[in-house]
């Protein structure tokens, strides 16, 4: 009959014995990262976690939700962010997310000037692809950034789009100035036409799909109690981006072709 194996943990490893005062582990220097020291093994009562950040909540560790840790010790991101969210009042809120509408239409019109400054053949991608990307990006930054790193300073989903809506106009209206006033100073009126109605529709409608995009991670986070996905919001981000460098490729190559559309 042959003799039947027994598995045994990690903690029966020999190099490990030495960690146990009888049942309990102990721990062996001030900085040790021992197995002992894992918070799994801290069992009920123990304070795991005194650093109030939502973003390393380990009370979301699957390892920890068969310990029977209270909140308190290992609290999750659903316990943090409901904690600070009733800590925060609504004038925070509303001055976080004006804040965000204010900055990310000039940050976004920084992006598009450095990724139009190539002269060689990277200017085409530039055009179509990078600056797209970088615009639509930097529009809805802001607000992105209060999604996941202050998810509790946002006051509600419609601010989030009205947000990216405000961030797609200032930038538009900064960037026709800096078209008609310094790169054209003397345009025509086609020109100023088409600036002032096309141009910002598009980059309104843009800005407005992409903030959907970030709207949706909040609201899932606020209802789920989970960190906020950024993946959630990805198909609205690509969808403006898309769009935007659709745009930018159909003026290019109606210029290019010599296209009396483009004839100003």
């Known amino acids: 009959m042959s003799k039947r194996k027994h598995l045994h943990g990690i903690e029966d490893e020999p190099a490990l014995r030495s960690l146990r005062r009888g049942s309990e582990w102990?721990?062996?220097?001030e900085?040790?990262?021992?197995?002992?020291?894992?918070?799994?093994r801290a069992g009920p009562g123990a304070v795991l976690h005194t650093e109030d950040d939502h973003t390393q909540a380990i009370g979301d560790e699957p390892a920890?939700?068969?310990?029977?840790?209270?909140?308190?010790?290992?609290?999750?991101?659903?316990q943090i962010y409901s904690r600070k969210r009733a800590a925060t009042t609504a004038r925070q809120r509303w001055g976080a997310i004006a804040i965000a509408a204010v900055l990310s239409g000039p940050f976004a019109v920084a992006g598009a000037f450095m990724s139009s400054i190539d002269t060689s053949w990277y200017l085409l991608l530039a055009i179509c692809v990078f600056g797209p990307l970088i615009e639509e990006m930097l529009k809805v930054?802001?607000?992105?950034?209060?999604?996941?790193?202050?998810?509790?300073?946002?006051?509600?989903?419609?601010?989030?789009?009205m947000t990216a809506l405000i961030s797609g106009l200032v930038f538009s209206v900064l960037e026709n100035f800096w078209y008609l006033y310094v790169l054209f100073p003397e345009?025509?009126?086609?020109?100023?036409?088409?600036?002032?109605?096309?141009?910002?529709v598009l980059h309104t409608g843009c800005s407005t799909i992409a903030g959907l995009g970030v709207a949706r991670i909040w609201i899932t986070s606020h209802r789920t109690g989970t960190l906020p996905r950024i993946a959630l919001g990805s198909p609205y981000l690509i969808t403006a981006i898309v769009l935007h460098g659709l745009y930018n490729f159909s003026v290019t190559v109606l210029e290019l072709s010599g296209s009396p559309l483009m004839d100003w």
Do not use: K, N
């Not at 900085?31 to 799994?40: A, Q």
């Open 31 to 40: 900085d040790s990262d021992e197995l002992g020291e894992e918070p799994v």
């Open 26 to 29: 102990v721990r062996t220097s």
């Open 141 to 161: 930054g802001s607000v992105l950034y209060l999604v996941e790193q202050r998810p509790w300073l946002i006051p509600s989903r419609v601010s989030i789009v």
């Open 187 to 200: 345009p025509t009126q086609d020109m100023v036409a088409w600036r002032w109605s096309v141009c910002v």
């Open 64 to 78: 920890l939700r068969s310990a029977h840790l209270d909140a308190d010790s290992a609290p999750g991101f659903a």
